[in-house]
């Protein structure tokens, strides 16, 4: 399964991420269908290499016209932010039956404020590092879509019954 083989890469390669999104939400409890896999990493030179390492091992590409390995530029990053609006680096696998994975770029929150509060759930053997409900809560009130509006409800009933 794409998911496991995915978070596997990442552990294996050591990456500093944060799953978000509709995957986290349904890690948390939260039913949700969704076509892709969101993440924020730390955006330090090292751990984008580390990104990019699990990204070609999994034979992922970037859905624009870009070299993968340019995500670890930040004077390009900060380009497509500025100039092209860009929110996420997209990835897919040349299987179209696997899940776009979505990288933000831009987000509302500081990754190493975010990562020091961190959820790690076990899937098995693996760990899967989930962002805190409130940094989703943020994450989703920055977004703003309607989807983003009903998960923000969902979140927040998840904590009211303790279970965040």
Known sequence: MFYLDLFAALDRHKVDYLLIGGLALNIYGVERATMDIDLMIAFDRTNVLRFIGAA????????????????????????????????????????????????LIAPAIDFAAAFSRRVVKQVGILPICLAAIDDLLILKHQAGRKQDLADIEALQRLRSLGRA
Do not use: N, Q
């Open 56 to 103: 070609e091992e999994l034979e992922m590409t970037p859905v624009v016209p870009v070299r993968l390995d340019e995500l670890a530029d930040a004077d390009k990053r900060r380009t497509w932010i500025e100039d092209r609006h860009m929110l996420a680096f997209a990835l897919h696998s040349h299987d179209a039956g696997k899940p776009t994975v979505d990288i």
